[in-house]
């Protein structure tokens, strides 16, 4: 892989410098060569010469490796040291009510996944350093931003993010207030973070893992078909043949018979053979060869999972007969927001009732409570998250954090923009980022909050173009709304999708819901029935919002 990648950063480079040698550049009356142009003539860390850009590609891997490998030893048997993060790890934590057991495991993957990748983080950080620099830009912060065509792109994620904030300081309020009946108040003091490992969930960038000990009403059913899939024989084949026939409802692209046969569905039976088990869909460039990768396992989020990997499979075969160039998202939010479209659809309770796996599709005001406030769990709480993640590297890459502080500035970051905390104490000997994969992997990370803004205006478009939202009518709202099966939703989003990266993202955007610019306000609509709820939770609880910067690092 890394030989590949070295043989085609010399070949961008050499493209890059035809289009400069055969002056291009000067061709102005064409827009469409000009967004090929400067899609080709961007080369990021392609720029390094080949002997850094070996060593970069190294320290990525040997990060990604180390996250891959990471085994911790069990809690009840400390002599069982072969726990992996899927499933194990994830399913303890995910399970555990502990508190011990919970702040065992934390540790012991932080300290597996994290402090190992140290070292390779500094040659990566010199070295896109480096790249920036020969690419004219500030930093690689700036280098990432440039990718969004947006000159106000953070500021735009600055807006946005504070216009969610007082939504999610009163969910915030709210579950410190129910965790601390659950743990008490030592563990979760008054205006205090919240320790993530009592979230359910190891990086806390989402909580709907503790929904059990949280659910505003757990006298009423919440809707969790994980029990019925297993019950009626559910298969990894046919969760993805479910979302094949989802856009094939709505007279999208069926999938090619290569995609059954090429893709990895789940985990490999060989225990030699492993694999980072992170869903990720593929595009290999070739007529119909798209294909996932997904350790799938028979559970409600697993069925939503892969219809978001199915949203990247159809953007995909959407644009692929566009020019190589404009392959891709105008937005590097667009293509993680499709699938995340499709699974807003998925997960209605009228959907689940179209395809058999609940009774009735209509909930009555407390189960819809119940329902929004698990969905506010795994889509508010991840903003905060998504924010800070790329917030702290944007400040590693232009040296606003200084090496000696990376540690602690990464936990100051989380608590600030979040209110979570570690579970144990941390210092600048422990190095805690890079448990975490898109850290290890260089993915940059503003395209999942620009995505989880974005799936809310797309979806509320596809509402309105299947009938089933009225934006004038305000008892109208987006929550239980399910395009399958229409047509007219469907072309809609075909034609979306099939323009690739070949126009600005706001001009793509504008046609196809209305919106100028990246907006909450659809987002905040989905949610308005639980905010309202929650205003007059925090009035009766008495409850304060907010928290102090951690102590928990030092």
């Known amino acids: 892989m890394i030989d590949i990648e070295t043989e085609n950063s010399k070949y961008l480079k050499e493209v890059a410098q035809e289009i400069k040698d055969r002056g291009f550049n000067d061709i102005q009356d064409n827009e469409q060569i000009q967004r090929q142009i400067k899609i080709f003539g961007k080369l990021s860390v392609d720029a390094l010469i080949a002997e850094d850009y070996n060593t970069l590609i190294n320290a990525i891997s040997n990060m990604q490796s180390n996250y891959a490998k990471a085994k911790v030893c069990s809690y009840e048997d400390r002599r069982k040291c072969d726990l992996a993060l899927d499933p194990e790890i994830q399913k303890r934590i995910h399970h555990s009510r502990d508190p011990e057991e919970l702040a065992y495991y934390w540790k012991e993957w932080y300290d597996h996944a994290g402090l190992p990748a140290k070292d390779n983080f500094k040659t990566y950080i010199d070295l896109t350093r480096k790249a920036a620099k020969i690419n004219g830009f500030k930093s690689y912060a700036d280098d990432w931003v440039d990718e969004y065509d947006d000159t106000d792109f953070e500021s735009n994620v600055d807006k946005i993010y504070n216009e969610i904030l007082p939504f999610y300081k009163e969910l915030h309020a709210y579950v410190r207030h129910r965790l601390q009946e659950k743990y008490g108040a030592d563990k979760l003091p008054e205006n205090g973070n919240i320790p993530m490992h009592l979230l359910g969930n190891l990086w806390a960038q989402q909580w709907n893992q503790v929904f059990d000990i949280i659910n505003p009403y757990p006298d009423t059913p919440f809707i969790d ?106 937005n590097p939010g667009f293509h993680e927001a499709v699938g995340d479209t499709i699974a807003l659809s998925v997960s209605s309770p009228r959907h689940l009732q179209k395809i058999g796996l609940i009774k009735n599709g209509e909930l009555d005001e407390k189960s819809r409570i119940n329902e929004l406030f698990k969905q506010a769990l795994q889509k508010i709480i991840f903003l905060p998250f998504s924010y800070s993640m790329d917030k702290y590297r944007y400040a590693v890459f232009r040296d606003e954090i200084k090496e000696n502080n990376w540690n602690c500035g990464w936990w100051k970051m989380r608590s600030t923009h979040g209110g979570v905390e570690p579970a144990v104490p941390r210092s600048q000997k422990d190095f805690d980022p890079t448990a975490k994969y ?117």
């Open 225 to 330: 078909v994980t029990d019925e899939m297993v019950k009626q024989g559910y298969t990894q084949e046919k969760i993805f043949r479910m979302g094949d026939d989802f856009f094939q409802s709505l007279n999208m692209s069926k999938l090619p018979e290569s995609f059954w046969t090429k893709s990895v569905l789940k985990k490999p039976d060989d225990p030699n053979r492993q694999i980072v088990c992170h869903a990720s869909a593929w595009d290999f460039f070739q007529k119909d060869d798209v294909r996932i990768k997904q350790c799938t396992e028979i559970t409600q989020e697993h069925l939503y999972v892969a219809h978001h990997e199915l949203g990247h499979i159809q953007y995909y075969l959407q644009y692929q007969d566009q020019p190589v160039a404009f392959r891709g998202a105008p």
């Open 438 to 554: 898109h850290i290890d992997a260089n993915v940059e990370y503003f395209r999942y909050f620009a995505a989880h803004v974005f799936q809310y205006q797309f979806h509320k478009a596809l509402c309105i173009k299947a009938g089933q939202f009225d934006e004038s009518n305000p008892t109208s709202f987006l929550d239980n709304c399910d395009i399958y099966g229409s047509h007219e939703a469907g072309e809609a989003f075909k034609e979306f999708l099939s323009v690739g990266s070949s126009k600005n993202w706001r001009e793509v955007l504008e046609k196809f819901t209305g919106d100028k610019e990246m907006s909450a306000k659809a987002l905040l609509n989905y949610f308005e029935p639980l905010r309202k709820w929650l205003k007059e939770e925090i009035k009766r609880l008495n409850l304060s919002t907010g928290w102090a910067v951690t102590d928990k690092c030092n």
